[in-house]
């Protein structure tokens, strides 16, 4: 029988069930390759922008049991998911969003992925130019958001030069190697 595995868990032997044949180990939502062994709520945390309320969101909204395995999902719920991950900042509310009001265009967006890596690097780069105070932590390298600085995030704690010979060791070194 495929599909069915046989464990031991401290000297007990239990049946784990059996997948479905049509089980993908593998489903593609978002442009993210999501494990087809997790349920439904946990694997879309794997899409970079999607926390955990966000996450049950999506799977009310889409009206998918959130305790489902990814891999049993039909092609019609996987297509439902990702179209309410598109239009989800019509969806919930505003204070869901993690880009509300936005610097730009003062719009509420909700963004993911290469989007949202891009969109911190951008902050990032308007704090340094208009020389704000967290601009210039950046900058220096230093703890942002008002961590101490004494023990932690101290540079070049690596290996030092060690202890230092002079030229009259280093000839009393060599006369006694040669005397052996």
């Known amino acids: 029988m495929p599909g069915l595995f046989l464990r031991s868990l401290a000297g007990y032997q239990y049946m784990a069930e059996t997948q479905p044949k049509d089980f993908r180990y593998l489903v593609r939502v978002h442009n993210t390759d999501l494990d087809g062994n ?3 709520h946990m694997a879309l945390r794997k899409i970079n922008g999607i926390s955990y309320s966000m996450a049950h969101a999506i799977c009310a909204v889409a009206k998918v049991d959130q305790t489902q395995k990814v891999g049993t999902l039909n092609n019609a719920q996987v297509q439902k998911l990702d ?8 969806i919930v509310p505003d204070w869901m969003l993690n880009r509300r009001r936005d610097v730009i265009d003062g719009v509420n967006r909700h963004i993911y992925l290469g989007d949202l890596d891009y969109a911190q690097e951008q902050d990032i780069r308007m704090m340094k130019k208009m ?15 008002g961590q101490r600085t004494r ?3 101290r540079k070049n704690k690596g290996k030092g030069p060690g202890v230092i010979r002079s030229k009259e060791t280093k000839a009393a070194q060599a006369e006694k190697e040669s005397k052996k």
């Open 38 to 40: 997790k349920h439904v």
């Open 83 to 90: 179209e309410t991950i598109k239009n989800i900042a019509e």
């Open 131 to 145: 020389r704000s105070y967290k601009g210039i932590r950046h900058s220096l390298g230093q703890p942002v958001r």
């Open 151 to 153: 023990s932690n995030f």
